[in-house]
């Protein structure tokens, strides 16, 4: 463990603040029985618990996560850190136990991801630290809701539960596991998010919002893959040096695109505020490879379930590299009969 930088205080720390989440939960229903709570958390409670039931009837493995409420200190639950080479889009990983390598890593002391970040950014590399408020322990443990994500709007709650009890329900291992796994997390949780919405009549208002959301996102995922791909281009055919000048080129540039991209609401609003970097760009890659191409699968098989069936079999089928599956099973359907 110590070899492969997942050291034993580390792993302890993250234990014992699991440990005091887990500690700290409340049964969703026994909060319910209380004639005095607040209406606006007995609506959004009930939400949560209709999400976990229309997440079920989708065939995800919601098992006993979401039914309990429990709180931390503050509202970042998790410090994420990513780094990569300032000449390359390839991560550096981080080998933890059970998991394995990944290309982050999470802290839930703000300071210590900090110092983790100097000490990469002195060995030369990129670096970035984004704040979470949620994670999945992958159906290891029964994820409980937390305090703090009750004030979010209905479509963040709604969109949070179907994403992360997928990561329970599907989990690819490989090089490129990470970014399948989160990408395709994040089209099946706007997707499911959509379908909820559009099976309650009454919510007319939080289905649009679902489906501007997801346009958001696709614009946003459409604008930094195509940062990456001149990138990828330019560190393949230019020496170093030539890469580090010419590559401040196309981040200015891709600072200026941004301000021309209409969102509908606010997501995204932030990301220029922080000076763009390989290890920025990763941490938006992570979460937005190919959801067109996802996108297009469920347009033409008409419904969720079916193209995330076929998305599952083409990863497990090729698991070094789903991506690639997935595209040429996409490129398959599209082809003329």
């Not at 984004?130 to 994670?135: L, N, V």
């Not at 007319?204 to 940062?227: K, N, P």
């Not at 979460?287 to 193209?307: C, K, N, S």
């Not at 789903?322 to 595209?327: G, I, L, M, N, T």
Request: glycine letters at 6%.
């Amino acid at each position: 463990m110590l070899l492969a930088g997942c050291s034993p205080s580390y792993v302890l720390r993250a234990g014992y603040e699991e440990a005091k989440i887990l500690w700290r939960r409340e049964p969703i229903t026994t909060i319910l029985a209380r004639p005095d709570v607040d209406p606006e958390v007995r609506r959004k409670l009930e939400l949560v618990l209709d999400a976990r039931r229309f997440a079920a009837s989708l065939g995800l493995k919601v098992g006993g996560s979401f039914t309990a409420l429990s709180y931390v200190d503050g509202t970042t639950t998790l410090y994420v850190l990513t780094a990569t080479p300032r000449t390359s889009l390839e991560p550096h990983m981080w080998w933890f136990p059970i998991v394995g390598k990944v290309p982050y890593k999470g802290f839930f002391d703000g300071d210590r991801a900090l110092a983790e970040a100097r000490a990469l950014h002195d060995r030369g590399l990129d670096t970035s630290i984004r704040g979470a408020a949620a994670f999945s322990t992958l159906g290891w443990f029964d994820d409980p809701l937390l305090r703090h994500q009750l004030a979010g709007d209905d479509v963040s709650l709604v969109n949070l539960i179907f994403h992360e009890t997928y990561h329970s329900t599907f989990y690819t291992r490989g090089p490129h596991a990470t970014a399948f796994n989160e990408s395709l997390a994040t089209f099946v949780g706007y997707h499911a998010t959509i379908d909820f919405f559009a099976a309650r009549p009454a919510d007319a208002a939080s289905l649009q919002e679902a489906r501007d959301a997801w346009d958001d996102e696709r614009t946003f995922g459409a604008f930094v893959q195509g940062i990456a791909a001149q990138l990828r281009v330019l560190y393949a055919s230019k020496d170093e040096a030539t890469a580090l000048v010419e590559r401040q080129q196309v981040f200015a540039a891709a600072a200026e695109d941004f301000k021309t991209l209409r969102f509908h609401g606010h997501r995204f609003e932030k990301f220029d505020d922080v000076p763009l970097n390989n290890a920025v760009l990763l941490q938006s890659l992570l979460y937005t490879t190919d959801l067109e191409v996802f996108e297009g699968i469920a347009a033409r098989l008409g419904a969720l379930r079916p193209a995330v069936d076929l998305i599952e079999a083409a990863a497990r089928a090729q698991p070094k590299e789903p991506f690639e599956a997935v595209e040429r099973g996409f490129a398959r359907l599209s082809a003329p009969e």
